[in-house]
């Protein structure tokens, strides 16, 4: 094979380009060219790309129950509940993990009015094709009694915002790839849920459901009357479906059952997974500490999106709490005026602990959310690993968000 002249003008040209660029953007723009460059290389093998799922598949049996969802979308003109199905955001990621030289961006943008705009693109670096999904995340939900509700600001951006960021970016992922591909995946996954769900694994499924506030009559009510006792295949797939999406927050246990109590304050985290929990819990000391900030400090109160991001970092140290504490420290030396800090030079540092806010009677439902990735080891019914879910039931927009589409589940 002949190769081309080596251009020097087009390389001066190039590298004067890159010169006017931050640094930080400049490294992603030679990694984007590169890999750009090495996708023309290797020309893309939807066979092998299913030889790897497979081997997925084998590997991690649990997997193929994670990968469906479904979830009521409301009633039609004559009352009766319409359902969305598709392959959930596990699906998206694993997808991602075998589909090579793609690249996917996140987005997200504080509006005048408080609200929040989310955009998720995906780019296919082979074939040259670009998806991008916008979605407007209001900070009012629709309580059950029909009441417009405001979100609590740090809920808003710690958990609704994310979770529609990470609905926005499943369905590029999954409108990006082929048909025949996602065809195959939906077949290849109710195959084996099928083998999953024998009389062991679905009575696991039903008592996790009990773990989460639904009771047996529920589920029947669900299946439009079916006695548990009598359950086929479809039925199982169902059962499964609907627990994929309150797993994976696509809807909420409220939204998929009408289920109200201190019930439906417990999630699939806490019933399946303690480790969930416990971090779960620790964040929500974290936040306590942070109201109790601002209580004390009404003139230089913390933004929420920077308090999100002070909890988000806490929460990969090995002390959360002492995390937060040398932050505060750090807040109270800034708020000294000039004179008082030098008088003080030298003083120990002083800890400050806070006491943490019981919210339990001011819980709001949670957001419908299609976590990130996330691996976390649990005990879920029929071999599926349970993933943290939102703690209380609301009803979000997201039905009406997601009733056109046919598949919902984040990245």
């Known amino acids: 094979m002949s190769q081309q002249p080596f251009d020097e003008q087009a390389a001066i040209g190039q590298a004067k380009a890159l010169s006017h660029l931050p640094k930080d953007l400049a490294v992603i723009k030679i990694e984007h060219d590169q890999a750009a460059m090495m996708s023309k290389a290797e020309p893309r093998d939807l066979q092998m790309i299913q030889r790897e799922l497979t081997n997925q598949f084998d590997a991690f049996p649990e997997l193929a129950g994670e990968m469906v969802y479904e979830k009521p979308v409301g009633k039609d003109d004559d009352g ?130 009990a773990g989460i506030g639904v009771a047996a009559g529920d589920l029947e009510k669900y299946l439009d009357g079916k006695s548990l006792a009598k359950l086929e295949q479809e039925d199982r797939r169902r059962l499964l479906s609907v627990w994929n999406a309150i797993d994976q927050e696509e809807v909420t246990v409220a939204e998929a059952f009408g289920v109200t109590g201190d019930n439906t304050q417990k999630n699939t985290a806490s019933a399946l997974n303690p480790e969930a929990a416990a971090e779960a819990e620790m964040k929500e000391t974290l936040k306590g500490m942070i109201t109790s900030w601002n209580e004390r400090h009404p003139e230089n109160k913390i933004p929420p999106r920077k308090a999100s991001g002070k909890i988000t970092a806490a929460m990969k140290k090995d002390e959360p709490v002492a995390f937060i504490n040398d932050w505060f420290d750090e807040l109270n030396e800034e708020l000294k005026p000039e004179d008082e800090a030098g008088s003080q030079e030298g003083d120990g540092q002083t800890t400050i602990t806070s006491e943490v806010v019981d919210e339990t009677d001011q819980q709001e439902p949670p957001a419908e959310k299609d976590t990130a990735p996330s691996a976390k080891p649990s005990g879920k019914p029929g071999g599926q690993a349970a993933t943290a879910t939102a703690a209380s039931a609301e009803d979000t927009q997201a039905a009406a968000d997601d009733s056109g589409t046919p598949d919902d589940g984040l990245f």
């Open 80 to 209: 009766v509940e319409k359902f969305a199905t598709g392959l959930s955001i596990r699906a998206a990621e694993t997808v991602m993990a075998v589909y090579r030289y793609t690249n996917i961006e996140t987005d997200v943008e504080e509006l005048p009015s408080g609200n929040a705009k989310v955009t998720a693109t995906f780019v296919d670096l082979q074939t040259g094709s670009i998806k991008k999904m916008n979605r407007i995340v209001s900070r009012f939900y629709k309580a059950r009694g029909g009441a417009k509700v405001e979100h609590k600001p740090d809920r808003f951006w710690d958990i609704v915002v994310p979770n529609k960021t990470s609905l926005a970016l499943r369905e590029a992922i999954l409108r990006s790839i082929p048909a025949g591909l996602k065809k195959w995946i939906w077949d290849q996954a109710n195959a084996r849920i099928d083998t999953q769900l024998d009389g062991e694994g679905i009575q696991k499924l039903i008592a996790a459901f």
